[in-house]
């Protein structure tokens, strides 16, 4: 909005606002999908269009109203449509203001890091454990459903259930741990994970959860994004892989993956924040390192976190509290 001129003030974008999301929907089903007080894909698409509208075809014909850049930059008013002026909008407005989260490809990612074979070989190593984690964190909102009713129909992991996997792993910021996501970071990354869907009214529950391929995809960009120290420097330091084991000839401890984010990089000799953690950083280290490094990270985690002392009684133990989910939900989400 520009309250400064008479096009486009404030008070028109929200009439635009109620206008684009007022829809007459006969299905009781979407509408409650389609909420009243928010837009969905296409609505927000149609409020960007209408403002365009109000913001440059009632306004006096300048000499060059195209967007810079376009190839009808130097075109007048009389020479433009509804398109041209949406071009506009987009290039100068929208696009300098986003957000650089709002600007990601996220194909690039899956054309450069993820689809290769070393990367599907750490996948196919952790497979079952990773089918069994995922069948279980499904299962935690049982009651929360659109429309109410049961949810036996579920396949798909949510956002809640997926923070909630995610805390129980301990990979998520904890006030005192370094180089673990935060919930922004968690949340954007499930987003870019999530396949597009056509219709958000037919597909809602698609569009919002990830299947068992978007799981992995999302594992993979948490990984990629995580400031792990190499092997190298890790053993350095003592820190080996896996559940914690006991020195044959001492009886001490071998400190975890996870015992190194507590511990190590809260100690006096940390070792720096890696230049390549972060959502945006340039990437040293190829991806299979690392999201062999994140699933034992993840792995270690919810061991402790549901008693178990392997992965192989965790995978057990995931399997039986599956089979009794509906003793599950409020204690995690």
Known sequence: PNDKTGYCKRHDCDRIFI???????????QGKINKKDALMRFEFVEGLVRIA???????????????KGSIRANATHGELDVADYMDRLIHQHLLPNCPRACKV???????????????????????SALQNVYNFYKLLGVTRVIGGGGRNDVFELSMPEFLALLRDAQLLDQGD????????????????????????????????????PDFLECLARMADAMGYPTEEELRAWGVEFG?????????????????????????????????SSGLFAKRSRPLQEKLHQMLTHMFEGLCLTHGSSSTGALIRKLQYLAKNHNTLGKAYI
């Open 105 to 127: 490809d996220r194909d690039d990612f899956r054309k450069t890091r993820l689809y290769n074979e070393d990367v599907d070989m750490v996948f196919r190593r952790h497979l």
């Open 53 to 67: 509208v109000a913001k440059y075809v009632s306004r006096p014909s300048p000499v060059r109203v195209g967007a």
């Open 243 to 275: 559940l914690t084991k006991r020195l044959a000839d001492k009886g001490d401890p071998i400190p975890t993956l996870r015992e190194y984010f507590d511990k190590v990089q809260n100690g006096t000799r940390a070792i720096p924040k890696r230049k």
């Open 177 to 212: 741990v370094i180089d673990v996501f935060s919930i922004r970071e968690a949340k954007l990354n499930f987003i870019w994970s999530r396949m597009m869907v056509i219709d958000e009214l037919t597909s809602y529950k698609r569009m919002n959860n990830l299947c068992f």
């Open 19 to 29: 206008e684009t999301n007022f829809v007459e929907i006969s299905d009781q089903e």
